[in-house]
């Protein structure tokens, strides 16, 4: 019943601790953690000093069922979200049709238990079809499981309809998850504005357009007092006026993709539609400044942005490819760049992977405590190796880390104790 976890580098990102040391496990969950002499227990795993951290909360992962299983089903997603290191996914309501009804969110929910290994708490959209005229039933899909609410990268134009959508949120306590971009100047966009998007004639967007949509949205947060989540911060120009909401006291908080922070614009180089996301991939200095608002807390939480699309779908005209690319499997390695590059360290890292969104969302993971759920991920921080896109596990293979070099392998993750991955 009980498991012992020796010669582990345990990655606290609660108390900001990085050391050597054992952590039991008993019933699914976390008993006891230390430096000292370790207590029995009936199993004892030797992690051989290898790293031992919270299992990873993923905000923003979509699977695409129903409609679109082809690309991505609940089976695939959570084999590959294992593999990850990826203990909870949070799931995006962008399917077909939209998840915006109790009945939809049930049958998603039963989907989920039955086919994927770790844990999936569902987002529901905040107004039906996702199309930002008519807000859902929020009350009754908060019932019924859903723990946030968003159109994802459908902006609700209508101000009216967005303000009234957030006050009914405040008052169900519901956390509302939105895209902060100007819909107009956004649409159609393939590129960040620049002169090498000029010179590869790409249809681009000014990084303004996100401070713009950031600014509405946190005059209509200041103006309703909702709970809110910005999904993608991707700007340097958005970071102030996020720092000023904070400091005015609105319950704000921000996130942003593995892929913003590891790549910039130039990486697109040859029209090469894997690297096509959405907001597209900024400059350099917009990365850099994204790392230390990360580092600094302004930046809360790290995600895949997860958006599976079938090769039909990319091997098309860079402005006519889909938008989106996996990103389960490649969160962790691709986040040890960040610290194997000095910017980050392990703790920090964690704190916006796992500590920063289980918070958010009001969920018990995403801890090393005492009585937390025994939901962990040990990893060989700086094992190499190349990227091979055909090995994913994800139906869909459209990563942009294909034949990257890469440090950081998964070895073991465990759901309430229990092992749903080992590597071969």
């Given amino acids: 019943m009980s498991t012992l976890f020796t010669n582990a580098r345990i990655i606290n990102p609660e108390l900001d601790t990085d050391a050597l040391g054992w952590l039991l496990v008993d019933r699914g969950i976390i008993a ?33 069922e129903p409609g679109e299983r082809h690309k991505e089903s609940y089976k695939t997603a959570g084999a590959a979200a294992a593999a990850g290191g990826i203990t909870t996914m949070v799931t995006r309501p962008d399917t077909q049709p939209a998840i915006d009804t109790p009945e939809v969110l049930e049958f998603v929910g039963r989907r989920a238990n039955e086919a994927a290994p ?33 159109d994802c990268e459908h902006v609700t134009a209508d101000t009216k309809v967005f303000s009234r959508a957030l006050t009914y949120a405040r008052t169900c306590g519901a956390l509302v998850i939105a895209h902060p971009q100007e819909p107009i100047l956004s649409k159609g966009a393939a590129a960040t504005a620049s002169k090498f998007a000029a010179l590869r004639g790409l249809p681009a967007v000014s990084p303004m357009a996100e401070r713009m949509g950031l600014d509405r949205d946190i005059a209509l947060i200041e103006m309703t007092g909702a709970r809110y989540h910005a999904d993608q911060i991707t700007t340097a120009r958005a970071l102030p006026a996020l720092k000023r909401a904070k400091e005015n006291g609105l319950d704000i908080t921000a996130g942003t993709s593995i892929h913003h922070l590891t790549l910039n614009d130039l990486d697109v180089a040859d029209y090469r539609t894997f690297f096509k996301v959405t907001p ?40 006519e490819a889909a938008a989106g690319a996996v990103g389960l499997e490649t969160l962790l390695p691709a986040a040890m760049r960040l610290y194997h590059n000095g910017d980050l360290t392990l703790p920090e890292l964690f704190r916006a992977l796992a500590l920063n969104p289980a918070k ?15 939901d962990l ?27 990257a ?4 392998k998964v070895l073991a993750t465990y759901v309430a104790g229990e092992a749903v991955y080992r590597r071969d």
Avoid: W, Y
């Fill in 280 to 319: 597209p991939l900024r400059s350099e200095d917009d990365r850099l400044a994204l790392i230390a608002a990360v580092k600094s807390g302004l930046i809360d939480v790290i995600c895949s942005m997860h958006t599976p699309q079938d090769e039909e779908s990319k091997r098309l005209p860079f402005e």
């Fill in 377 to 403: 991920v040990l990893f060989d921080a700086d094992a190499p190796f190349v990227l091979d896109r055909f090995k994913l596990k994800s139906k869909s293979k459209n990563t942009p880390f294909d034949g």
């Fill in 118 to 150: 770790v844990n999936v708490v569902p987002m529901a959209a905040l107004t039906k079809g996702r199309d930002g005229r008519e807000m859902t039933e929020i009350g009754f899909l908060m019932d019924a499981g859903a723990v946030a609410f968003t």
């Fill in 32 to 64: 006891g953690c230390g430096t000292q002499e370790p207590p029995e227990a009936a199993t004892v795993v030797n992690c051989h000093g290898k790293c031992l951290a919270p299992g990873i909360v993923d905000i923003g992962v979509k699977v695409c």
């Fill in 405 to 408: 070099r890469m440090q950081g």
């Fill in 360 to 374: 958010r969302l009001g969920l018990v993971s995403g801890r090393i405590a005492e009585g937390a759920p025994a």
